[in-house]
Every structure is written in C-alpha cells, then in structure tokens.
Nanobody, 124 residues
Framework: QVQLSESGGGPVQAGGSLSLSCVAS????????MGWFRQVPGKSREGVAT????????NYADSVKGRFTVSRDSAKSVRYLQMNNLRPGATAVYSC?????????????????WGQGIQVTVSE
C-alpha cells in the first residue's frame, strides 16, 4: 500500500509563490503517474497537473498553465508542484495522487493512492 504525504502549503498573498512536495512511502517506479488535484468545499475536485512516470511528460489545467510547474525526483519518489503568481481563486486543499499507468488530469477516480491533502490559502 503506497502512502502519500504532502507538505509545503499554507497562507500566501496574491502574486506570491508556494512549493508543494509529495513524498511516497515507497519507491514509485516509472510505471507510476503522479497527479496534483485541488478541492474547494462544495465543489468537485479539480485536476491541476500531472507528470507521467515513463517519460516525465507533464500536463496542466488551463487555469494554471505558465504559472505552475510539476516536477519529480524519481530517485526519492518525491513530486513537486511549484506554484507562482498565485491568485485568490487558487485557495483550496491540494492533494497528490498516484496511479499505475498513464495520467488522467480530469478523471480523479482513476487514481489508486491519495495523500491527506494540504491547505493553500491565497489572500488579496
């Protein structure tokens, strides 16, 4: 059973930056995709970014393109989400998720393992 743990969230002012990390409890080989999702109370979970295990290909939601960057340290099974120029609309609980196989940005039910989530709050 893979356990995921996020860190790096917290409060930030609009225009600022945060870097989230997701650490896996065991080594995730190249067959594992990692996704970042966010959720606001009362709304559906939204895909933010994904990174393929096989080749590191990334995919982003239109709302974060050019401002967010997903990356990985494969040797350490750590995935990162660098968030720049944050907007108040980015306030949410951010979670990382993993699945064996290709990534899906919009189908969160395809993921097998989830972190507990971490709060990001962007103020005006």
């Amino acid at each position: 059973q893979v356990q995921l743990s996020e860190s790096g969230g917290g409060p930030v002012q609009a225009g600022g930056s945060l870097s989230l990390s997701c650490v896996a409890s065991q080594y995730l080989d190249k067959n594992y995709c990692m996704g970042w999702f966010r959720q606001v109370p009362g709304k559906s979970r939204e895909g933010v970014a994904t990174i393929e295990g096989r080749d590191g290909e990334t995919n982003y939601a239109d709302s974060v393109k050019g401002r967010f960057t997903v990356s990985r340290d494969s040797a350490k099974s750590v995935r990162y989400l660098q968030m720049n120029n944050l907007r108040p609309g980015a306030t949410a609980v951010y979670s990382c998720a993993a699945r064996r196989g290709y990534c899906y940005l919009i189908f969160d039910d395809k993921y097998d393992y989830w972190g507990q989530g971490i709060q990001v709050t962007v103020s005006e």
